[in-house]
Structure formats: structure tokens, C-alpha cells
């Protein structure tokens, strides 16, 4: 068991680190995206507060698009197109007469050829948590979306690795992963729409619906809206509502003040628009996609270690992909 967390001795693992953590070629990747992360909260901070109906999630919701672009499509092309050259090369072959276990050198690239978006992912991440802090997101729902990325990350580099190494020609290997990728994501919203929550669970759009569109974002929208009005009221702006005239000449009635410290309800549309149950039982979503992450994860990774073990061995003998099978539909 150790040698799983053994990474100094992984040779798949150091050959990426040398490889990948170059200075001519790290540098200006941390300070692009360190430029990008300071322009999202001076935006957040600066520009969409002074918009007319400025919605507070706006930047941590800028984030999560930015840390998985990062994270999953950055990511996975790599360890596609990485695993794919090793076996076009010849260096997977080498790596089957050592004594080094598949799954070790499965882990080595799992954890190595995506170490760059990964160093990438980090820097993004004291600047989101700095709006999910200052913002209505909370640190809770911050990490919500941590686990589900990460989870989700690692799932979709062990399907990276299964393409890389089952594709015949290295070219194209990681545009192979990014059009499973797109296709696995486009129909997620479809299933999520018509109630069938199985294969979006493995995806970070259930999480993201509750924690961004959920019933107490939608009242925090409501509230921050209501004190944008108040505001204008107290500094004589626009009333959306202006109370009725008298006819006849009569005196104008001043404009009524919004109560203070009232309950806003949410619209009927976001209100309870999260609800999935684990077989009637009220699990946490989070709990509910990490599950369904982690069973993937599982069989996923047992495929990509028979591969590397043999070109010849087919993903699954008949027991695991009975498991396998019996897994997805529970």
C-alpha cells in the first residue's frame, strides 16, 4: 500500500514532473491565469455591484467555470495525450517488464500528467475562496464545489487514460477525450431536466444547481435586490413602484418606504428545484455525486490498469463488468 503514495520512486510520476514543471514553460501559464483570477474579483468587487440588478455569485460562478475548464478539459486532454505518446514510444512496454505494479504506474500518471493544470487550479483557488467568503456562497457551499471538482476531475483522467491507451494513433487522443467529455456533459442537463439524476450525479451539475441556483440563493438574490431599491429610494432614485395620483390638483403622496428586515420569498421556479433522494432517503447531493464519482472512479481505474498491464487483456473480465453494470443502475 505504500507504494501508491510512494510518489518520489514513481517513475511514471517523476518523468512528468521533470517533464511538465519546466520554468519557460510554467511561468507564464501561473501568470495568466493570476492575472484572470484579479480581474474576477475586481470585476465581482468593483463593476457588477454597480450594475442595475447585480447578481452577487456572479464571480464565484466565473470561478467554478474557470477552475473546470482548468481543471477537467486542461487536465484530461494531457493525461490523454500523454498516456497516448508513452504507448506510441514504446515506454508503456518498457514499463511491463519492471516490477513496478500497473496500478502504481497508473497512479504516477494520473497524479503527474495533469501536475501542471493542477498547479494552475491551486493559484485560483485563495481567489474563491475570498468571494465565496465575502459573498453570499459561504465557505460551505465552497466546499461542496471543491469536492465535486476534484472528484470529478480525477474520474475523467482515469477515462482519459482508458482513451489514451485504446486509441491506435497517439495524434487526436486528447480531442477523443474532449468530444466524450462534451457529449457526457451536454446530456447531463438533459437527464438533470427530466428528472433522471443517475448519470448527472457523476458530473458537477447537480452541486452546482443547488449551490447556485438553489432556495437560499435565490433569496439572497431577492434580498440584495430589495436593498438595491431601497438605496435608490433613500437617494431619491427610480421607484418601481410608484404609489397612485390623486385627480384634481391633489397634493402628491410621498413615495412609501420598503419595510426593513422583511422575509423575501423566493420565486416558485428556484424554490425546492433541488430535490434528489437516495431511495426516499434525504442524502446530501454532494454525498450523492461523490458516490456515483467514486464508483466510476473505481471500475475506470481497473480498466486503465489491465490496460497498462497488457495490450492484449480486454478492460473487464466477465465478474468485474457484471459489478460494473450492477453498480450503474443501483
Same mark, same amino acid.
Given at each position: 500500500m505504500?507504494?501508491?503514495f *510512494?510518489?518520489?520512486?514513481?517513475?511514471?510520476?517523476?518523468r512528468?514532473? @521533470? &517533464?511538465?514543471l519546466?520554468? /519557460?514553460a510554467l511561468?507564464?501559464?501561473?501568470?495568466?491565469?493570476?492575472? #484572470?483570477s484579479?480581474?474576477?474579483?475586481?470585476i465581482?468587487d468593483?463593476?457588477?455591484?454597480d450594475?442595475?440588478n447585480?447578481?452577487p455569485?456572479?464571480? /464565484?460562478?466565473?470561478?467554478?467555470? #474557470?477552475?473546470?475548464f482548468?481543471l477537467?478539459?486542461?487536465g484530461g486532454s494531457?493525461v490523454?495525450?500523454?498516456?497516448a505518446q508513452?504507448k506510441e514510444s514504446?515506454?508503456?512496454?518498457?514499463h511491463?517488464?519492471?516490477?513496478?505494479?500497473?496500478k502504481? %504506474?497508473?497512479v504516477?500518471?494520473?497524479l503527474g500528467a495533469p501536475i501542471?493544470e493542477?498547479?494552475?487550479?491551486s493559484?485560483t483557488?485563495p481567489? $474563491?475562496l475570498?468571494?465565496?467568503?465575502?459573498?453570499?456562497?459561504?465557505?460551505?457551499?465552497f466546499s461542496?464545489?471543491?469536492?465535486v471538482?476534484i472528484?470529478?476531475?480525477i474520474?475523467?483522467y482515469t477515462?482519459a487514460?482508458? =482513451?489514451?491507451l =485504446?486509441? &491506435?494513433?497517439?495524434r487526436g487522443? /486528447?480531442?477523443?477525450? +474532449?468530444?466524450?467529455?462534451?457529449?457526457?456533459?451536454i446530456?447531463?442537463?438533459?437527464?438533470?431536466t427530466?428528472?433522471?439524476y443517475g448519470?448527472?450525479?457523476?458530473?458537477s451539475?447537480?452541486?452546482?444547481m443547488?449551490?447556485?441556483?438553489g432556495?437560499?440563493?435565490?433569496?439572497?438574490r431577492?434580498r440584495?435586490?430589495q436593498k438595491r431599491l431601497?438605496?435608490?429610494? %433613500?437617494?431619491?432614485?427610480?421607484?418601481?413602484?410608484?404609489p397612485?395620483?390623486?385627480?384634481?390638483?391633489?397634493?402628491?403622496q410621498?413615495?412609501?418606504? +420598503?419595510?426593513q428586515n422583511?422575509p423575501v420569498?423566493? *420565486? *416558485?421556479?428556484d424554490?425546492?428545484?433541488?430535490k434528489?433522494?437516495?431511495?426516499?432517503?434525504n442524502?446530501?447531493?454532494?454525498?450523492? /455525486?461523490?458516490m456515483?464519482?467514486?464508483?466510476?472512479?473505481t471500475?475506470?481505474?481497473?480498466a486503465?490498469s489491465? @490496460?497498462i498491464?497488457s $495490450?492484449?487483456?480486454p478492460?473487464y473480465?466477465?465478474?468485474?463488468? #457484471?459489478?460494473?453494470?450492477a453498480?450503474m443502475?443501483?
Open positions: 505504500r507504494e501508491f *510512494d510518489l518520489a520512486n514513481n517513475p511514471m510520476f517523476v512528468h514532473i @521533470r &517533464s511538465r519546466r520554468k /519557460s511561468l507564464p501559464g501561473v501568470v495568466i491565469i493570476a492575472f #484572470l484579479l480581474c474576477i474579483v475586481f465581482n468593483f463593476v457588477i455591484k450594475a442595475l447585480p447578481d455569485m456572479t464571480g /464565484s460562478m466565473y470561478f467554478f467555470f #474557470l477552475q473546470g482548468i477537467v478539459l486542461m494531457q490523454a495525450s500523454s498516456i508513452m514504446g515506454i508503456i512496454d518498457f511491463r517488464i519492471t516490477p513496478i505494479p500497473p502504481v %504506474q497508473a504516477g500518471i494520473l501542471r493542477l498547479i494552475l487550479y493559484i483557488l481567489f $474563491a475570498y468571494l465565496a467568503i465575502s459573498g453570499p456562497v459561504g465557505i460551505t457551499d461542496k464545489l471543491l469536492l471538482q472528484g470529478g476531475a474520474m475523467y477515462l487514460m482508458i =482513451t489514451g =485504446t486509441t &491506435s494513433k497517439a487522443a /486528447s480531442g477523443r477525450f +474532449v468530444a466524450i467529455l462534451a457529449l457526457l456533459n446530456a447531463a442537463p438533459m437527464f438533470f427530466f428528472g433522471v448519470p448527472t450525479l457523476i458530473t451539475t447537480p452541486v452546482f443547488e449551490v447556485f441556483y432556495e437560499e440563493q435565490a433569496a439572497a431577492k440584495n435586490q431601497q438605496k435608490q429610494q %433613500q437617494q431619491g432614485g427610480f421607484n418601481p413602484n410608484p397612485p395620483q390623486q385627480v384634481g390638483g391633489a397634493k402628491k410621498p413615495n412609501q418606504p +420598503v419595510p422583511q420569498p423566493a *420565486d *416558485d421556479d424554490v425546492d428545484r433541488i434528489i433522494t437516495f431511495y426516499g432517503l442524502v446530501p447531493i454532494v454525498l450523492q /455525486s461523490l456515483f464519482q467514486f464508483g466510476v472512479l471500475f475506470l481505474f481497473i486503465a489491465r @490496460r498491464h $495490450a492484449r487483456l478492460l473480465h466477465k465478474p468485474t463488468a #457484471l459489478m460494473f453494470l453498480t443502475s443501483f
